[in-house]
């Protein structure tokens, strides 16, 4: 109900196909835009809910505020579709955009659970042979599904989002694959290699470890990264329309900009 009262106030036209078994929204903003380049976004959702409507207004929102042509990944879940099904649709999206884009031109936005399979995919697509993009917009992303981190104890019931873990979800997501696997948990790969990436928390988010620790990961890969904590900011921020949310809003606007400019 919230994404189909945003729609109404986004500049951007959407239409869905099907490549392989992966269903994607492609959005355009309304007007002149610059048609070399695209942004992939992959919706947030603990990895089991978050697509259909809500992954259609996602990326007309993202092809409104980043004037761009998006394409947005209604990835399979489970029950239906565990592990890989969801990881293969971001795979199939990212080569169909590359039969018309090249991938410097190319940014991956992931929020949360798209996070992870942003992360993932560009693991994968490495190991494939296939090219980096040219940034990737990692916003509280949960690239650990082991829960290791430290911020899972500190910051439970703390973050009003995420009150409490989510292994009960990410073992559903699994289905019965090793959670430590890097495409499962990408902050255990090797990151060598991977585009400029922007990384956004918060300290109340249950999420703080996940983002701080990736981070530290692509700094010893070497890979050029900003991150972006927010104080007193929950996981998936304070839902829009604050100073703070605005204020990351024109950050990610900027960073993602920048491959284009």
Not at 9 to 23: G, H
Request: charged share 20%; aromatic share 6%.
């Amino acid at each position: 109900a919230a994404a189909k009262d945003l729609a109404g106030s986004l500049q951007s036209t959407v239409e869905t196909i099907v490549v392989e078994q992966a269903t994607i929204h492609v959005a355009t903003p309304h007007g002149q835009f610059d048609a070399r380049g695209a942004l992939i976004d992959l919706h947030g959702g603990a990895l089991v809910f978050g697509g259909g409507e809500a992954c259609r207004v996602s990326a007309r929102r993202q092809a409104h505020q980043h004037v761009v042509r998006c394409y947005g990944v209604d990835y399979r879940m489970p029950p239906e579709h565990p592990y890989p099904a969801a990881l293969d649709d971001c795979l199939a999206t990212y080569r169909h955009v590359l039969t018309d884009h090249s991938p410097d031109k190319v940014v991956i936005l992931g929020r949360s659970a798209g996070g992870n399979l942003a992360t993932a995919m560009l693991l994968r697509a490495r190991d494939e042979g296939m090219p980096m993009p040219g940034r990737l917009v990692l916003l509280s992303p949960q690239v650990d599904l082991t829960e290791s981190g430290d911020s899972f104890q500190t910051n439970q019931m703390i973050d009003l989002v995420l009150p409490r873990p989510l292994r009960s979800n990410n073992l559903l997501y699994a289905g019965g694959a090793d959670l430590s696997n890097p495409y499962l948990s990408p902050l255990f790969g090797d990151l060598a290699g991977f585009p400029p990436t922007f990384l956004q928390t918060g300290t109340r988010d249950l999420f703080l470890s996940n983002t701080v620790r990736m981070h530290r990961a692509l700094r010893k890969a070497g890979v050029e990264t900003e991150l972006h904590v927010f104080e007193a900011m929950p996981h998936g921020g304070f839902m829009g329309g604050t100073p703070e949310d605005q204020e990351l809003e024109a950050e990610i606007h900027r960073f993602v900009m920048a491959n284009w400019n």
